[in-house]
């Protein structure tokens, strides 16, 4: 999966279909085909599709499919003539890429995206290499000398940069993979076997993809030794992937903050973009399963776990990887218990027949139409407000626009819009204390994505995002967080704040406002309030040098504008430091991917004109940003009707 992803997101894939072909397609089981497709958005295609064949069908019959069902489905493909993996050159594909299956090695991906495939014969020295480069170059700005320097809680533990403070087995692709959950526990029940453990303070969990994981995990007596390991089943659904781990304790934080610590999370999730995680935890690790168990025994990413033994086991012995790791045999003699048809039978019909006595107890009925109670959880969002039946005129463009951010490459929806935890000082964080929440009922911004005003401010608000716009510091780092420099009188001299707060002063003074990006701008899950947040924000435009599929495209639903600069230019080519003032012409008709222009005018009144290229690719993305973004687009459709 991560090598797949690496390779596609250097073919730059983005926008395209990637179909699945070859010899070595053939041999793929279709749980590890659909572990590949689901990481479709981290490498950036519109989708990664495997054909249909035997092992489609075999699948299905282990999961509980009616023979006729079964049936079927395999003559309606067969009858397209769609059954089938395809050879090579059998179909003309624009363009092929080639992976020899032999060459795969087992890898783990981070930092900080999923696309940075290492070696776990490389992890260490990566880390250790990492640990002291640039941040421009991925790394972490750090001294070498502190690598091995160890620091104390207030109660006695040792904490060091690169220890696994977080580990999880998650609800993702890969956890609905029977091989590799399958692996874990018996790597698990060779490890408590051989007497190692966990470290107490690494915050360990399972979260299944399903309840038929727990059911298989159980029958294949795995699951007491994933447990004695500490990760027993904590939830059914999105968990540390989603940054709802919970928090590490008090003094852990306290002693990563205070020192500035590089520790770490290893997940089998898809994504682990900054501070997704965890806010204080800096590097985060995907990887399969098994190697989640080994690495939370091991305790550190800078164990070379390929030479070095992954703990001491009874007696002081070393234990290492080969030691505990289990073979394809022992894998594969477990399948059954996990393609059991009848146990998918039964637990759909929990669902499907018998959800429950809470479930059947609800009675249909008829109430008022819903009047919005003051709620931190729910609010009436303000989409529609001043809504009127007749759309913006098409040359509206953009006038005399502030700069609100400056953003390198690589600007993910995570970095936009957030989805974790956030403190008391944080824009949403005051709002909370304001209207009487405590911190210890928060939440994240996940959970209370259904309240706007929450939401609004915590745009741009993650913690490692970092607005060029603010001068370095003295060591020539980057400040972190969701800052900017408002510029109340276009003289160049700003003041800092956090984006929310420069943006209601923006808004309230009428001035719109434009964000300035690299390459890959919004990668990332389709994160609905990245777009929504920085509609709301007053944004009014995103000029970048490429986006992501997705979150263009949820850019034009709330009618912000995005712009993709000419190859070769950029906002660092064309001397941009953001007390510029920005207009975008558009031209009195807008057809999909035609120029527009930008017209960047400095304080001292001089101005420049730069081309650039229109975003909007579709005829009915054109009428989505007429309508000033899809809810009134539809709104004025239902009305007109």
């Keep these: 999966m991560l090598t797949v992803t690496e390779i596609l997101r250097k073919h730059k894939v983005v926008g395209k279909f990637v179909e699945f072909f070859g010899e070595g397609t053939r041999t793929l089981a279709l749980p590890d085909r659909a572990t590949i497709a689901n990481m479709a958005p981290e490498y950036g295609a519109t989708m990664g599709f495997f054909p249909v064949d035997e092992r489609t069908v075999e699948y299905f019959k282990g999961t509980g499919r009616s023979k006729a069902e079964i049936e079927a489905f395999e003559a309606y493909f067969r009858a397209q003539k769609m059954f089938g993996v395809p050879r090579a050159g059998e179909i003309d594909y624009t363009s092929v890429v080639r992976l020899d299956l032999s060459t795969v090695a087992p890898s783990l991906a981070g930092p900080k995206r999923p696309q940075d495939r290492i070696e776990i014969t490389h992890l260490s020295s990566k880390f250790s290499e990492l640990f002291s480069k640039p941040v421009a170059e991925n790394g972490f700005n750090q001294p070498a000398d502190k690598l091995a320097q ?15 403070l977080i580990a999880a087995i998650t609800s993702c692709t890969n956890t609905s993979n029977p091989g590799v959950l399958l692996a874990a526990g018996l790597l698990a029940k060779k490890a408590v076997e051989a007497g190692l453990k966990v470290a107490p303070h690494i915050k360990t969990s399972l979260a299944p993809g399903s309840r038929i994981v727990t059911e298989y995990l159980e029958k294949a007596k795995l699951l007491p030794y994933l447990e004695k390991l500490g990760f027993s089943v904590a939830a059914y659904g999105c968990t540390t992937c989603i940054g709802n781990a919970g928090d590490l304790t008090a003094e852990l934080n306290k002693v990563i903050t205070d020192n500035d610590l590089v520790c770490a999370a290893v997940l089998s999730g898809n994504r682990n973009f900054e501070a997704r995680i965890h806010p204080n935890l800096k590097a985060n690790f995907l990887a399969s399963p098994p190697l989640v168990v080994a690495y939370a025994i091991a305790g550190n990413v800078t164990k070379d776990l390929m030479t070095e033994p992954v703990g001491l086991g009874r007696k002081g012995k070393p234990v290492f990887l080969g030691d505990i790791w289990p073979t394809s045999d022992e894998v594969y003699k477990l399948m059954k218990l996990a393609m059991d048809p009848r146990a998918f039978r039964a637990n759909y019909a929990k669902v499907k027949d018998k959800p429950g006595k809470l479930w059947n107890d609800i009675k249909g009925s008829k109430g008022q139409v819903y009047d919005w109670p003051q709620s931190t959880y729910i609010a009436r969002p303000p989409f529609f407000d001043g809504f009127e039946m007749q759309p913006r005129p098409l040359d509206a463009g953009v006038r005399g626009a502030k700069v609100m951010a400056l953003f390198g490459d690589s600007i993910t929806t995570d970095h936009i819009s957030p989805a974790g935890s956030f403190k008391e000082t944080t824009p949403a964080g005051r709002y909370l204390v304001e209207n009487g929440v405590l911190k210890a009922d928060f939440n994240s911004y996940g959970a209370r994505r259904g309240n706007h005003e929450v939401m609004m401010r915590g745009t741009f608000a993650n913690v490692r995002v970092k607005n060029l716009m ?172």
């Design 470 to 641: 603010l001068p370095p510091r003295e060591d020539g780092s980057r400040e972190e967080g969701g800052y900017t420099v408002y510029q109340a009188d276009g003289d160049g001299k700003g003041t800092k704040m956090a984006i929310y707060d420069a943006a209601m002063k923006y808004v309230a003074a009428g001035v719109p406002t434009v964000v300035f990006a690299g390459e890959e701008y919004g990668t990332g899950s389709s994160r609905d309030w990245a777009a929504k947040g920085t509609q709301l924000l007053g944004i009014k435009a995103v000029v970048a040098k490429s986006f992501e599929r997705i979150h263009r495209s949820n850019l034009i639903g709330m009618g912000v504008l995005p712009l993709q600069f000419k190859p070769g230019d950029s906002w660092e080519s064309l001397g941009l430091v953001g007390d510029e003032t920005i207009d975008v012409r558009l031209g009195a008709e807008i057809r999909p991917q035609s120029d527009a222009t930008l017209v960047i005018t400095k304080p001292d009144g001089t101005t420049r004109e730069v081309p650039v290229t229109l975003r909007i690719d579709t005829a009915i993305e054109v009428d989505y940003y007429r309508h000033g973004g899809i809810l009134p687009f539809v709104l004025r459709q239902l009305l007109a009707a």
């Design 150 to 164: 160890v620091f104390r809680t207030d109660s006695g533990i040792d904490v060091r940069n690169g220890d696994v």
